[in-house]
Nanobody, 119 residues
């Protein structure tokens, strides 16, 4: 069964930290690059960070040095992709999702997890 479930969001103060987690079930999520996406108020969903199965990481310019993506893949095709977010800014507010990078032709999305950064 292919499934993505995100968790760990919440309310954070400017400069604060949150750690997001994604439980990914399915072989494709174990072998393909995975990443985090976010959709802010009134904005389209955008890519934030990615990590390959070998551990190579890439980040959107605005989050470099503040966010860290990691992944753990298991033989039973269960994977966990985390996003450690530090030095949060109001513009980081949005609903965060995990998925393959790049996205497949008809991607399925999990429920996402809401991050709100406020003073």
């Amino acid at each position: 069964q292919v499934q993505l479930v995100e968790s760990g969001g919440g309310l954070a103060q400017i400069g604060g930290s949150l750690r997001l987690s994604c439980a990914a079930s399915g072989r494709l999520f174990r072998i393909f690059p995975m990443g985090w996406y976010r959709q802010g108020p009134g904005n389209e969903r955008e890519w934030v960070a990615a990590i390959t199965s070998g551990g190579t990481r890439n980040y959107k310019e605005s989050v470099k040095g503040r966010f860290t993506i990691s992944r753990i893949s298991r033989d039973n095709d269960e994977s966990t992709i985390t996003l450690q977010m530090n030095s949060l800014r109001p513009e980081d507010t949005g609903r965060y999702y995990c998925n393959r990078v790049p996205l497949p032709g008809s991607p399925s999305w999990g429920p996402g997890t809401q991050v709100t950064v406020s003073s």
